[in-house]
């Protein structure tokens, strides 16, 4: 039994919904059922009653429901003992989505100058864009990326405001999650059911005047000049060791 189970469970439980459940945990959903499964299997026993329409707890889901989230409370809180312990800094962690990325960073010095002892993690997301793959291409594979004339990017992507902002969030979560420094492109799948899905997470996207990167961070308010100086700030300002 992992504690991811545990935790998939619950938010399972949660939202009686497999896709709503994924998408607060930040998985496929194919992948929670699997794991929910697979402590099912451990357990011996049925925890929910799913149909195409419906998802409900089993009797026995719902007294494991009830241990699994003090299970789920001590392992957080036997986390915040032995970090405090260990005499961690305090951090604090900064997602900028919106306009505010050009007035941040100053915020953020000076914040860091009254409190010197204070880890800031700053992480900002550009504008999103939407590949168009060429009409004759059947998939999106190297030739229909490098080689078919008909393939473009529409930069911002023709999302909702909300579709936007989601999606901005969950690629400064993505970033943070694997502890990215620097750079990176997150790229993502959105499905005809409006489903935001995490693909992939490039870390040395291209840099060219032609690239997707420099693209969406113009389309932001931030062209290449302005760019490459805030990277390399960035990099400046990164204290020693790992984040």
């Known amino acids: 039994m992992e504690l991811r189970q545990l935790r998939y469970f619950v938010t399972l439980a949660e ?36 149909s195409t329409h419906h998802v409900a707890l089993t009797a026995a889901g719902a007294a494991f429901l009830a241990e699994a989230r003090q299970i789920l409370a001590h392992v ?4 915040a003992i ?5 005499d961690v ?18 915020i953020l010095h000076e914040v860091q ?26 998939f999106y594979d190297f030739e229909a990326k490098y080689l078919a004339s008909g393939t473009y990017m529409t930069i911002p992507a023709p999302l909702s405001a909300a579709a936007t902002s989601r999606v901005r969030s969950l690629a400064c979560a993505a970033f943070d999650a694997i502890s990215c420094e620097g750079l990176a492109r997150v790229d993502f799948f959105y499905t005809p059911d409006g489903e935001i899905l995490v693909n992939e997470i490039n870390t040395m996207p291209g840099m060219t ?18 760019l490459i100086d805030r990277i390399i700030q960035t990099a400046l300002r990164k204290r020693p060791g790992p984040r």
């Not at 957080?76 to 986390?79: G, K, L, M, V």
């Not at 800094?89 to 960073?105: E, F, H, N």
């Not at 005047?209 to 302005?226: H, K, N």
């Open 76 to 79: 957080d809180r036997a986390t």
């Open 82 to 86: 032995a970090r405090s312990a260990n």
């Open 113 to 138: 100058a009254r409190y010197p002892g204070l880890v800031i993690h700053q992480v900002e997301a550009s504008v999103p864009g939407q590949v168009v793959v060429d009409t004759g291409s059947a």
């Open 209 to 226: 005047p032609a690239s997707a990167f420099p693209l969406m961070w113009a389309a932001t308010g931030l062209p290449l000049p302005q």
């Open 15 to 50: 939202e009686l919904h497999f896709g709503r459940a994924a998408a607060r945990e930040h998985i496929v959903q194919s992948a929670l059922s699997q794991q929910v499964q697979r402590l099912e299997r451990e357990l011996g026993v049925r925890l929910l009653e799913r």
């Open 89 to 106: 800094s305090p951090a604090l962690r900064v997602g900028i989505i919106d306009s505010s990325y050009d007035s941040m960073p100053q």
